[in-house]
């Protein structure tokens, strides 16, 4: 990994360290849609975690196609965001979980999220990973910089 690279992958690190939230973009009946996810990762942060219900539109328009983008930032909605914040989208495929991933894939997002129990047990919850293909990290505003995730 080149040197930019390790630079770009720690910082990336410490946004998704650092937040619990993030926002999950999906498009599908001919429209982009955003909501509001409580995410966790696998160590490396090439596949993320988030939980949703079935009957969701996120659910659908995944399940439609397949992909999805999620941004984690650290604004405070403070005017010195503008300039001070950083944002880091991931995007790639997503699936929902089944078997020994999901049990594996539960366990690492109740670590993280454990008042989140009761939701995943439900039979109308799915849980899915994103597996990251790549990261856009924006900071000061207009600096932009890409990680690719190696499979």
């Known amino acids: 990994m080149k040197e930019n690279d390790q630079e770009v992958a720690r910082a990336v690190g410490a946004l998704l360290e650092s937040q619990r939230v993030g926002v999950l973009g999906t ?3 001919g429209s982009p849609y955003c909501s509001l996810v409580g995410f ?13 219900t079935r009957a969701t ?13 999620l941004l984690v930032d650290n604004r405070g909605n403070r005017e010195e965001d503008l300039h001070e914040a950083s944002a880091v989208t991931a995007v ?5 979980l089944t078997g020994r991933e999901k049990d594996r894939g539960a366990a ?3 670590t993280r999220h454990p008042s989140l129990a009761g939701f995943l047990e439900s039979p109308t919850t799915a ?5 990251v293909e790549r990261y856009f990290l924006v900071r000061r505003f207009q600096e932009v910089m890409v990680l690719e995730v190696k499979r």
Not at 41 to 52: C, D, K, N, S, V
């Open 27 to 29: 498009f599908g009946a």
């Open 40 to 52: 966790s990762f696998e160590p490396g942060y090439g596949r993320l975690y988030f939980a949703t």
């Open 57 to 69: 539109r996120k659910f659908a328009n995944l399940s439609e196609t397949g992909r999805v983008a």
């Open 92 to 96: 790639g495929p997503v699936t929902e």
């Open 108 to 110: 690492v997002h109740l």
């Open 127 to 131: 849980l899915l990973a994103l597996d």
